[in-house]
């Protein structure tokens, strides 16, 4: 795992060496272990190296044997050894053992064409000097980072935003609407960022520009298709999936460094850890946990029961590493806001970094159960629109007045509460069906914009951050109305929220996460299965717990689903209320006119008091503050 920097196009900038150096020293975090840099007349690079394969040999900006070819990477290629022995017997040479090489020399010769055989988790640039041309390609899902923009025929890009602010040229305006859409999401959705004209790399996505015209051209080189579905049987599905599932572990498992697992005692932890294990028994695999005082949030008591599980199964050599953390530390807040360098408000990176600080003590890589709830279809919202859908069957005059009226008696007593959940179900069959499932993840209604919104972003107070929904409807694949959802998120929340999350938070400690639920094949085969397979009644991801039922307990095979959270609406009302409120009413974020300071103020005493669960909005907001303070930005 590496952090990559380059621009390209700089017309022989002569301070273009101190520059790509400056954005190379910014993702020193991300590479602690090398650096190096490459630059001639119009294109340079910088890389940061996080060693993990062939630890002597594998530096980077690597080249092919004349030098014709340049690339930067950050990722893993896991089928690298398989297109290694494809290039020798087609005449290339090798220097090296890492599967940097293996890109150079596919690019070499197949250029834009070669993402298209690369399986793994990517981000990286190439540059052929003979044909001009140089591509920039991340991987299918979004698991690696890269960000851009272009300036006056000069591209610019970096795995993260601190690389790319080392440069003179970046935007520095800010998105109203981006906002707008944060404060719906907590994190800034699609291919836009909080600057106005700097861009994410979609998932599935390369670019390509040419040095000849200074064009760039962006497509698409996969995409999944939910539409074509097996006829295989259940019991032969779950069979297959259990191949698919652990050849996908095996692979994550090759590295010339310690290799761990994240073990929080949910099904796909579980059974990530559980192939883990087995695969290195009699060898021994740390799996790592992290506790909480809270008892809501704490979660080391199923954690040790798949742990015993485990070990019975294999005969012993899984080691559970246990940390006692308190996640109130308002200093990696900080630190955290600082590297995701846009506002990005999902708690639970707060607890991801610190089992990330934990693991990394011992371990350079870590395996996780990231994407199961996706590509499985896990999450609890699936099944709430299928009921919700089942109320429609009301007349449509009916359903309006009597779920107004059953939500206004329910307290608002916070998002982990049942009642809590209750009162956001009624909300979400309140809306209409074609939109119910944005109002199910909306944090911030429109009224609620219009109210709080300054002088600075009233012209985004009527923002329909829906659309970001209503635009990829025409590409979703899937015939079924709740399996789309699942589609839709793979769009969206995982490579807006989730992976951003994991990248951040692991990155900010020098640790690589990979995740096998994120396998090409797995992810390929989960969607043609029938949804009856994944969503069965009841039962979220029964496929897959059932194609492992010999290794999961049946205590964790059958226990609610449970976030990796902490008590945000706590904090604010204990531990970080002075510097909170510090945060929200004395910087920039209300004396600037970004929002209004008496509406915000109404919602903070409503809170404070416990008279109402705000917590999300504070906190998006909170981060939002922290984001303004620390970085130069303009509307």
Request: hydrophobic share 40%; net charge neutral.
């Amino acid at each position: 795992m590496c952090g990559i920097a380059g621009i390209v196009n700089h017309r022989g900038d002569p301070t273009v060496g101190d520059v790509i150096s400056a954005m190379n020293a910014a993702l020193t975090h991300r590479g602690p272990d090398a650096a190096g840099t490459y630059f001639d007349a119009q294109v340079a690079f910088g890389h940061r190296r996080l060693s993990i394969i062939d630890l002597q040999n594998g530096t980077q900006p690597a080249t092919n044997e004349d030098g014709t070819v340049i690339v930067v990477y950050n990722g893993e290629i896991y089928n690298f050894q398989y297109l290694r022995e494809k290039l020798l017997a087609r005449g290339h040479t090798f220097r090296t053992s890492s599967d940097t090489e293996v890109i150079v020399h596919l690019y070499e010769e197949l250029g834009g064409e070669c993402t298209r055989l690369l399986d793994g988790m990517f981000a990286f640039a190439a540059y052929n000097t003979k044909t001009r041309r140089v591509l920039l390609a991340r991987d299918r899902l979004g698991q690696k980072p890269l960000l851009y923009f272009v300036s006056n025929g000069m591209l610019v890009f970096a795995s993260e935003f601190s690389a790319l602010k080392c440069h003179p040229a970046m935007p520095t305006e800010l998105d109203v609407n981006a906002v707008s859409d944060y404060l719906s999401f907590q994190y800034v959705p699609g291919t836009g960022t909080i600057y106005r004209g700097v861009h994410k790399l979609a998932p599935g996505h390369q670019l390509e520009f040419r040095l000849d015209d200074n064009t760039a051209a962006i497509g698409n080189y996969w995409k999944l298709d939910y539409s074509q579905k097996t006829s295989a049987t259940f019991e032969d599905s779950a069979q297959k999936l259990r191949v698919l599932v652990t050849e996908a572990v095996k692979r994550r498992l090759v590295a010339d460094v310690p290799v761990g697992t994240f073990l929080s005692g949910g099904v796909d932890s579980t059974i990530v850890t559980a192939i883990a294990a087995a695969e290195r028994h009699p060898g021994i695999t740390n799996a790592y946990t992290i506790g909480f005082a809270d008892a809501k949030y704490d979660e080391r008591s199923f954690a040790e029961l798949a742990a015993g599980a485990i070990n019975q199964t294999i005969g012993g050599g899984l080691h559970r590493r246990e940390k006692m953390v308190n996640a109130n530390d308002f200093a990696l807040l900080e630190k955290l806001a600082a590297h995701c360098g846009e506002p990005y408000a999902d708690a639970s990176i707060l607890p991801t970094a610190l089992l990330a600080e934990f693991a990394a003590s011992e371990v350079k890589v870590a395996l996780s159960g990231d994407g199961a709830d996706e590509v499985f279809c896990g999450y609890e919202r699936y099944l709430a629109l299928r009921y919700a859908s089942r109320f429609s069957l009301l007349p449509v005059f009916l359903q309006r007045p009597l779920l107004q009226i059953a939500g206004s008696l329910i307290p608002d007593s916070g998002e982990r509460t049942r009642t809590g959940r209750l009162r956001r179900f009624l909300r979400v069959m309140s809306a209409p069906a074609q939109r119910r499932y944005f109002t199910l993840l909306d944090r911030c209604e429109m009224p609620c914009k219009r109210a709080i919104f300054g002088e600075k972003l009233q012209v985004a107070a009527n923002r329909n951050s829906a659309e970001i929904f209503d635009n990829l409807s025409g590409e979703l694949s899937s015939p079924n109305r709740v399996e789309r959802l699942a589609e839709l998120d793979l769009h969206t929340y995982m490579p807006g929220d989730i992976l951003t999350k994991v990248d951040i938070a692991s990155m900010a400690f020098s640790l690589e996460v990979r995740s096998p639920f994120l396998d090409r094949d797995v992810v390929e085969f989960a969607a043609q299965l029938p949804l009856s397979y994944k969503l069965h009644g009841s039962k979220r991801k029964h496929i897959l717990c059932e194609a492992f039922k010999d290794i999961l307990p049946g205590a964790i095979a059958n226990r609610p689903k449970r976030g990796f959270g902490v008590p945000i609406a706590a904090y604010l009302r204990g531990e970080w209320h002075k510097l909170a409120e510090q945060a929200l009413f004395d910087g920039k974020l209300c004396n600037d006119g970004y929002f209004n300071r008496d509406a915000l103020m109404k919602l903070w005493q409503e809170h404070a008091c416990a008279k109402r669960d705000h917590s999300y909005l504070l906190w998006s907001l909170l981060i939002f503050s922290l984001f303004l303070e620390n970085n130069s930005g303009r509307i």
